[in-house]
């Protein structure tokens, strides 16, 4: 199976429950973001920007649980900003296990390691000690890493432990290049690599999370994919890259770029993902074959942004995770008061004219499980769809130069590294000049990038 069995049905109970009683709207995932401060600044996320002057708030422990138990939703994926910044991240994550919740972190996995070791110091026994002898010979952990974790851990929140209703759910737009561009910080892909490669030697279950954006190189999505399959990652979600109003806002003011340069038509959509059925075949693509068809431009269907809401430090956040028209106390209230008929695209006409290039998985992915603009057999295809022997990892995908960027010298900030150490004038900025792909939250620092690029323009102007 592609998704496993106990989730497969926990899922499908919670819409049949909902369908039987004829509930005409109802919540299918949670995006639940307890705070948006992060450590990464990353190329079209406005999340950050658009609540700029929040960073520092977060929601209480008690409200994020309560929030769960509010909209009732079986899957809660725990966004933000960065969510391992988030202080009582292990009791959240603990919670949402204790009400039976299936628990995505959605993470760029910068401090990934640390909750891992944590884990391994919670746990630690001499029983271990050849797990921690395979991490030591594969550079994962370090020799002082090792004898901390040998201390154990006696005092602070539960760690993080490994669970069958429990992914992690790792950023990664492309390959090393691509992907340090994105998030405006070299180092990074390789750092989250090195997660996932130890999330799986400890027995997690880890995702990739992937955007794609008008200069993403198809090509190059497939090889990551390839990649990460030989590292035996569980599954993979992927969208595209839509220009709500905070990106493009961030776009023009903090990079000086042109939205429509960045950003998909739906016509554009339709272009990248010509291959996505053919990529589900191949790899563990989460989500409905029927979503998969529209983003592949063969059929319709109808925004149900309803059925995944956003829960943050404002409350509920409407009419969906990327656009903001208002927040309300209460998810029913948001249920009631919205008037969903006013946003989406019917027939190829946009309701809103935001939505108009809107074919993002928050908005549309649940529309091919709750069966909107039903076509004969849709049913049987999801089911055949997700019961079939999940693909077997891609061996060949070893063979893929993944660490194209930074590990080998040529990262994004190589150019204007080299401008700084021979003094030469008129180098560009990667981060104005080059396209790339993807996007995630992120609001951390910039100062390598900024200080950096100060130095090439005093070059340019002695």
């Excluded at 933000?80 to 910044?85: A, H």
């Excluded at 039976?100 to 884990?119: A, E, P, Q, S």
């Excluded at 108009?356 to 091919?368: A, F, L």
Aim: glycine share 8%.
């Amino acid at each position: 199976m592609r998704f496993p069995l106990a989730l497969t049905v926990k899922i499908a109970r919670h819409i049949i429950k909902h369908k039987v009683r004829r509930t005409p709207r109802f919540a299918l995932v949670l995006q639940l973001e307890p705070l948006h401060t992060c450590n990464l600044t990353c190329t079209g996320c406005g999340r950050i920007r658009e609540y700029s002057t929040s960073l520092k708030d977060m929601m209480s422990l008690e409200d994020c649980l309560a929030s769960a138990q509010e909209c009732g939703a079986p899957m809660v994926s725990v966004c933000g900003g960065e969510p391992l910044i988030y202080p009582k991240i292990e009791e959240l994550v603990a919670g949402l296990l204790r009400q039976d919740r299936i628990v995505y972190i959605c993470t760029n996995g910068m401090f990934m390691r640390k909750k891992l070791k944590d884990y391994l110091a919670s746990v630690y026994a001499p029983r271990i000690e050849p797990t921690l002898t395979r991490l030591l010979d594969e550079k994962l952990i370090s020799g002082k890493d090792a004898e901390l974790i040998r201390k154990g851990k006696h005092d602070g929140p539960p760690a993080i432990k490994p669970s069958k209703w429990m992914y992690w759910n790792v950023h990664i737009d492309g390959l090393e290049y691509t992907h340090d561009l994105i998030v405006e910080r070299e180092g990074v892909f390789k750092e989250a690599v090195e997660a996932i490669r130890m999330a799986k030697i400890l027995g997690y279950q880890v995702a990739t999370n992937t955007t794609v954006y008008k200069e993403t190189d198809v090509k190059e999505i497939e090889q990551m994919f390839e990649f990460f399959s030989s590292l035996a990652v569980d599954g993979h979600t992927i969208s595209p890259g839509y220009d709500y109003d905070a990106a493009k806002r961030d776009m023009a003011s903090r990079l000086g770029r042109k939205p429509e340069d960045f950003f998909l038509t739906r016509a554009m959509t339709i272009e990248k993902f010509a291959k996505i059925q053919e990529w589900g075949e191949r790899f563990t693509i989460f989500g409905t074959p029927v979503y998969q068809e529209f983003l592949a431009g063969k059929r319709e269907l109808t925004c149900t942004a309803w059925a995944i809401p956003t829960r943050n430090i404002k409350g509920w956040k409407a009419p969906c995770y990327l656009m903001t028209d208002g927040h309300y106390a209460r998810y029913q209230e948001m249920l009631d008061k919205v008037d969903w008929n006013k946003y989406g695209v019917v027939n190829g006409v946009a309701r809103d004219p935001r939505c108009e290039n809107c074919m993002v998985h928050c908005g549309y992915d649940p529309s091919g499980a709750l069966g909107t603009n039903y076509h004969r057999g849709d049913n049987w295809k999801n089911i055949r769809y997700n019961f079939a022997a999940k693909p077997k990892p891609y061996s060949a995908g070893r063979q893929v130069n993944a660490f194209n960027g930074v590990s080998i010298g040529k990262g994004h900030l190589a150019e204007a590294k080299a401008a700084i150490n021979t003094g030469l004038a008129g180098a560009k900025s990667a981060f104005q000049n080059n396209g790339g792909a993807g996007g995630a939250c992120g609001s951390g620092d910039t100062s390598q990038r900024d200080e950096l690029l100060a130095k090439v323009r005093a070059a340019k102007n002695p």
